[in-house]
């Protein structure tokens, strides 16, 4: 067997698992409002923190040593005061990219 068809197969396997094992361990409801509350909040968490370093590093040149750039922080920074002012997902999402333009563009000009 192949390197590779082992590796898929441990992938399968443990993704597989986490899915399984609370379906076969817990038969009841659950009454506890803390693991209610851990469970639910899972998805946002690990969504988050895959998601966040890409963000810091997103702006740097393709084959360019990969470093957190000015544009990429104030592009963060607008998006989340704008996501914390309850705006629309698309709104926040093409600000912080047209912001994140304007600064790569601007930033010859100040420097």
């Given at each position: 067997?192949?390197?590779?068809y082992?590796?898929?197969?441990?992938?399968?396997?443990?993704?597989?698992?986490?899915?399984?094992?609370p379906?076969?361990?817990v038969?009841?409801?659950?009454?506890?409002?803390?693991?209610?509350?851990?469970?639910?909040?899972?998805p946002?968490?690990?969504?988050?923190?895959?998601?966040?370093?890409?963000?810091?590093y997103?702006?740097?040149?393709t084959g360019?040593?990969?470093?957190i750039?000015?544009s990429?922080i104030?592009?963060?920074?607008?998006?989340?005061?704008?996501?914390?002012?309850?705006?629309?997902?698309v709104?926040v999402?093409?600000?912080?990219?047209?912001?994140?333009i304007?600064?790569?563009?601007?930033?010859?000009?100040?420097?």
């Amino acid at each position: 067997m192949s390197y590779l068809y082992i590796c898929m197969f441990l992938m399968f396997l443990t993704t597989y698992l986490i899915r399984v094992i609370p379906i076969g361990f817990v038969r009841k409801k659950m009454e506890n409002l803390w693991i209610q509350d851990f469970i639910y909040y899972i998805p946002f968490s690990v969504l988050s923190a895959m998601t966040f370093p890409d963000v810091l590093y997103s702006t740097t040149a393709t084959g360019a040593e990969p470093h957190i750039s000015v544009s990429a922080i104030v592009a963060t920074v607008v998006a989340l005061v704008l996501a914390w002012r309850k705006r629309g997902l698309v709104l926040v999402a093409i600000v912080a990219v047209l912001v994140a333009i304007a600064v790569e563009l601007l930033m010859p000009l100040l420097f």
